[in-house]
């Protein structure tokens, strides 16, 4: 018989997002003005390599632990509960490699009164919640999740596991 060998489980304190501590992995984005001109406080998109998906995404208590981590290459991505509800996510900035760098990985607390882009190539664990279930908007492509969904287990490769507090 073949013993397993149980993962080590890491601890992510959860930074509250600010735009300056979040910078490396995309944008916060916050209400503004009605009629406030284009400037570079407004998400600075990349969905130009296919069909945008604007929707609706209900998600359930999922707790804050994580084994694997995602990025996609083709577009940014944007994410935002509904009804004021915080939520938390660990992210990772873009690299070239076929995983994110473990030093580099964060975990941010993100308030119900804003939405964050992430950068292209940002890799990301979540949106995990603590409320029973939460409603999210989301805007990718429409083929992001079939044609751009880079996972990396982290079970696998380092027998790690992951968990925001």
Not at 3 to 16: D, E, G, R, V
Not at 78 to 88: A, Q
Not at 106 to 129: D, M, Q, R
Request: net charge neutral; proline share 5%; glycine share 4%.
């Amino acid at each position: 018989m073949i013993a397993s060998q149980a993962n080590t489980i890491l601890k992510l304190p959860a930074k509250q997002i600010t735009s300056e501590n979040f910078r490396q992995y995309g944008q916060v984005i916050f209400a503004s003005e009605n009629e406030k001109p284009y400037d570079a406080e407004d998400a600075q998109l990349n969905l130009q390599n296919g069909t945008p998906r604007f929707y609706i995404m209900r998600l359930k208590q999922n707790g804050r632990k994580f084994k694997s981590i995602t990025r996609h290459k083709q577009c940014t991505q944007c994410l935002g509960s509904l009804e004021g509800k915080d939520w938390f996510i660990a992210v990772a900035p873009p690299n070239q490699a076929k995983e994110p760098a473990l030093a580099a990985i964060s975990a941010f607390h993100i308030p119900g009164n804003c939405f964050i882009k992430l950068e292209v190539g940002t890799w990301h664990a979540g949106p995990y919640i603590d409320h029973d279930f939460v409603d999210f908007y989301n805007l990718e492509l429409s083929n992001t999740n079939l044609v751009d969904h880079f996972t990396h287990n982290f079970c696998k490769s380092h027998q790690l596991e992951f968990e925001i507090t």
